[in-house]
Structure formats: structure tokens, C-alpha cells
């Protein structure tokens, strides 16, 4: 950690805040290498790894974070400038989707970007001595309210077609019935006449 002072940390800390770290981190070393330290306990030494955590973690936090925003903001950037070109681009795979649906995607997505913009310009108007104006973790969230939102809209599935109906044909022999006819019953065969025949 001393030695990072110098050269990766040293943007990111003032003098003062330098110097008090590493008293105390000298401090540390001699009480380690002392007969107290040799014969201190597991929670001794916790006790006094957590006191310098407390003023060198703030220090570390402000490197990591100008380290990571770049990379951040570009995903951020990036889902930004697909759902805008999704929900304005006119594609016949979104024609499905109701056009209130399709603004509220261009409002949500209008809105994210004009929060960026605005906490970056905040950001860098700021010393890297400072906290961040907007931590990588406040634009990983927003990140996640825009896909959440827009998501489900944009992959909306298309509805299915209604299934044509088709007559179904009648058995093979058998000829087809007419809707509301009743069938005529075949003709009764006419009585035969009485035989003339003599009987006597």
C-alpha cells in the first residue's frame, strides 16, 4: 500500500490524507515486528488491519471506480442505443407492438441517457480526491431498470393466425347432408293387385 501512494494511488489522495495513512501504516509495521504484536491474537490483528482499512479502502474505492466507469457507462451506452434503434426502427417484427408501447420504450430510454450525461459531466468537473459524484454500481442499475423495462416490450411474440376451418368430408359411399334438409325416406313399394285367378 506504501508504495502505491507514489504511483497508482496518487492521483486520488491528497497530501494531508497521504501522510496521515502512512503514519499509521508505520505505526502497524512496528507494533507487527514488536514482542506486543509477535504475541497478539487473531483479533488483535484484525483490529488493526480494520483501522488502516478505514483510511486507505476510500482510496482504493476512487481508483477502482475511474478505472471501471469507462467501461460501465459504455455498456450503459450500448442498451441505450439498441433499444432507441429497436423501438424507432419501423421493422415489420415490430408492428405487432402498440406505438404507446414502443413510446414509452423511446421516453424510458431518453430519460437513462439524459441521467448519464448528466452524471458524467457532474463526474468530471470533480477531483479524483473527491467520492464519485456516480459510482459504476449507480449506472450497473440503471442499466438493469432500462433492460428490464424495454425488454418485454421489444420481444413481444407476434399473435398466432386463427386456424382456418375446414369441411370435413363425409365417409367414402355415403353421400353428403345438407345443412337443415331432412333426408327423404325412399318410396313404399305400391301393394300388388289381387289375382284374378278362378278358384273354382
Known amino acids: 500500500m506504501r508504495s502505491k501512494l507514489d ?4 492521483p486520488y489522495v491528497v497530501a494531508q490524507e497521504k501522510e496521515q495513512l502512512l503514519v499509521l501504516l508505520t505505526q502497524a509495521e512496528e507494533w507487527l515486528y514488536s514482542e506486543e504484536g509477535e504475541d497478539a491474537t487473531k483479533s488483535a490483528y484484525t483490529e488493526k488491519l480494520d483501522s488502516l482499512k478505514i483510511h486507505g479502502d476510500p482510496i482504493v474505492f476512487r481508483w477502482q471506480e475511474y478505472q471501471e466507469l469507462p467501461r460501465t457507462a459504455a455498456l450503459l451506452r450500448d442498451a441505450i442505443n439498441q433499444y432507441m434503434s429497436q ?8 408492428s405487432h407492438i402498440e406505438p404507446e408501447k414502443l413510446e414509452s420504450v423511446v421516453e424510458k430510454v431518453a430519460t437513462t441517457q439524459k441521467w448519464l450525461e448528466d452524471q458524467l459531466a ?3 468537473e470533480k477531483p479524483k480526491t473527491q467520492p464519485p459524484v456516480v459510482t459504476t454500481e449507480d449506472i450497473k442499475k440503471r442499466r ?5 423495462f424495454a ?10 393466425p386463427a386456424p382456418e376451418t375446414t369441411a370435413t368430408p363425409p365417409p367414402k359411399g355415403e353421400a353428403p347432408k345438407q345443412d337443415g334438409a331432412t333426408p327423404t325416406p325412399p318410396p313404399e313399394a305400391a301393394p300388388s293387385e289381387p289375382s284374378n285367378m278362378d278358384v273354382d
Not at 504511483?7 to 496518487?10: E, I, K, L, M, V
Open 87 to 94: 423501438a424507432t426502427s419501423g421493422e415489420e417484427r415490430y
Open 151 to 160: 425488454t418485454p416490450i421489444l420481444t413481444k411474440p407476434k399473435p398466432k
Open 122 to 124: 457532474r463526474q468530471a
Open 7 to 10: 504511483d497508482r494511488y496518487a
Open 144 to 148: 438493469e431498470e432500462l433492460v428490464y
